[in-house]
């Protein structure tokens, strides 16, 4: 790629408090919640598009160039997919967070991809309204962010992941162009699936700047409980059984007592140190027979205690689940997470990977707490050491690289929401094969021929940068 140079930047039809080069924001915009300082990438400019007209015009001047553009917006990802690798321009979305059109007779809205997720469900509550597969992150993640990884959270049993829910999108091709794909329609078989196709591509084939949502209504009855069990593979096996007996859970979140412990010292709480499942329920009618019929399961199980509560109770139920990303990071001042693993598998599955993943734990005497979504087989893990003893790090990143192959081995995969970003290209051929990758990259070069878009991320190959 082409470095940046005075003639790109004249070229721009852009306002001066449009762009940066000041050490600040190129900082800000040179990693993410999941990359060292040191893998950090400073951008040679920051660029705060204001519409689609922008954006294209940003593009079109940067493949003139051969410049990288690097989508950026809220900066909560893990696996390093906003870093600007080969510098360039850092394309920050987060001006554009407006809610376009509600049309509630359509279970619809339009909305700009730098919005964030809880801003949406804020507009809408007026009309009775959601949008349901927001992330547990939905608060301070944007839903271009969202699309871009094809994200998920603890909803994600019932309701299925964020791409389900996209009917359409604007987005700009690496020249400048600007396609729409979908359509608002409830289906469609018209052309090939581009709209599909965009949705996790990480900013690599396109720059989404516009998206048609859809919609569910509130439902009329929510109820969490929580249920502690003496083992980790034990809370999984019912987890498993719950949904292939189906059981219309709305959530179903595991922790192991390693993750409870850390929990309760994040946020100086009083859980159970014991493996736990959270559940939710919605429903407009039916909710407790509903519950009772989830707990004829769980009996199977022994567990140590069954609790459900109403709607008031939630918020204190689910903030452990909730802080458990940065608990981890915090309990273990002298050492540190080789990566937020976030594989999953088959709900068949779920219990076998949870045994190896605590069985190379205890081998190999590596803390590794467990934690995630239970209820569609994604299962979040850190595995824990010391950066500064080389050894010891190699043998966590072993561990860690073991996992997600097994995960792989098991039918599942080595993202279930975080996507690929710069640290899993490395498992694109075992999960998809040569030839599927092959294929992966002939999208790319015709799409983005001159690898303008967010070069370094997703696919191995020509481009990488060492990871």
């Known amino acids: 790629m082409s470095t940046l140079t005075p003639d790109l930047l004249a070229d721009l039809p852009l306002r001066d408090d449009q762009f940066s080069t000041t050490e600040s924001d190129r900082d800000h915009h040179s990693r993410d919640w999941g990359t060292p300082r040191e893998d950090a990438v400073e951008p040679d400019v920051v660029v705060w598009p204001e519409n689609t007209d922008d954006v294209s015009a940003v593009l079109e001047t940067a493949s003139e160039h051969g410049v990288a553009v690097t989508p950026f917006a809220a900066a909560t990802g893990i696996e390093g997919n906003a870093v600007p690798t080969h510098g360039g321009i850092s394309l920050d979305m987060t001006r554009m967070d407006c809610v376009l059109e509600i049309r509630p007779d359509d279970l619809q809205v339009d909305v700009e991809p730098g919005i964030l997720g809880a801003d949406v469900n804020e507009a809408l509550e007026r009309y009775g309204l959601f949008f349901p597969p927001l992330p547990t992150s939905g608060d301070i993640a944007t839903v271009g962010g969202m699309i871009a990884t094809n994200a998920a959270g603890k909803q994600t049993v019932k309701y299925g992941k964020v791409g389900d829910w996209v009917r359409e999108v604007e ?4 020249d400048g162009s600007v396609v729409e794909a979908g359509t608002k329609a409830a289906k469609t ?7 599909d196709l965009i949705i996790g591509s990480e900013g690599t084939l396109a720059v989404v700047t516009r998206a048609t949502l859809k919609l569910a209504g509130l439902p009329e009855q929510r109820r969490a409980g929580r249920v502690v069990f003496d083992s980790f593979e034990t809370a999984a096996a019912a987890a498993s059984d719950v949904v292939r007996s189906g059981v ?69 139920l ?9 608990a981890t990071r915090a309990y273990y001042p002298a050492l540190d997470s080789i990566v937020a693993g976030d594989v999953a598998v ?19 005497d590596i803390p590794i707490p467990c934690f995630g979504h239970a209820g569609d087989g994604n299962i979040h893990f850190d595995v824990f050491a010391d950066r500064d003893d080389e050894t010891a790090w190699a043998r966590a990143r072993d561990t860690y690289e073991t996992i997600v192959r097994e995960a792989i081995r098991m039918g599942g995969t080595a993202t279930g929401e975080h996507g690929i970003g710069r640290g899993k ?40 940068d060492g990871d």
């Open 171 to 174: 987005a700009v091709l690496a």
């Open 189 to 195: 078989s018209s052309g090939y699936n581009l709209r």
């Open 248 to 316: 219309d859970v709305a959530a179903l979140e595991l922790i192991d007592s390693l993750a409870a412990e850390m929990a309760n010292a994040y946020v100086d709480g009083d859980l159970p140190e014991k493996p736990m499942a959270f559940l939710e329920f919605h429903a407009n009618h039916g909710v407790d027979e509903e519950i009772a019929f989830c707990e004829s399961v769980l009996d199977r199980y022994d567990p140590l205690s069954v609790e459900f509560g109403d709607e008031s109770a939630q918020a204190d």
């Open 318 to 326: 689910w903030e452990a689940r909730r802080e458990l990303a940065d």
């Open 346 to 364: 088959p709900i068949s599955r779920y219990p076998e990977l949870v045994e190896r993943i605590h069985s190379l734990s205890r081998e190999r």
């Open 425 to 464: 290209r490395k498992f694109m051929v075992d999960e998809h094969g040569e030839s599927g990758v092959r294929a992966m990259w002939a999208v790319k070069r015709a799409l983005d021929p001159d690898g303008v878009l967010n070069p370094g991320k997703v696919l191995p190959g020509p481009d990488s």
